[in-house]
């Protein structure tokens, strides 16, 4: 089975790295200590702390194999490569005109692991973003949704 490309900026990509390195050289330490001194406070059938630390363990293991399939999956999203492109891509800035309520909002196409909607980073599996690819100034566009509505690509970097 293929696996699936994570889109990541140099910038989410460094996050993913650090948060990364993180877990497994301070947290994964920690989370062994805890279990360790939970162990030695003995009876391990009625014991709390020792579940909260299995428990604890549990979710960073699984957060690790996350980050690790991630690192090995991504793909750099190159957001100077297609400086001047005609068409919107993964890495493009968006100025989009928002028809129903002529509301003007611009967004940069990121992978899911950066997207921040309010912060302008656009998933580029959202609906709006899936719609947008590959098109041009000055297009209009319906964007799938329970209500559809329509979109104008305004400006484009």
Known sequence: ???EKIYVTEEGLKKL???YEHLVHVVREEVKAELKEARALGDLSENADYDAA???QAQVESRILQLENMLQHYELIDTT???GSKTVHIG???TLLFLDTKEEQTFRIVGSTEADPLNGKLSNETPLAQAILEKSVGSIVEIPAKIPYEV???NLK
Request: hydrophobic letters at 40%; aromatic letters at 0%; proline letters at 0%.
């Open 81 to 83: 490569a297609k400086t």
């Open 152 to 154: 104008e690509i305004l």
């Open 54 to 56: 299995r428990d604890m």
């Open 92 to 94: 493009s800035e968006v």
């Open 17 to 19: 790295q650090d948060e």
């Open 1 to 3: 089975m293929a696996e």
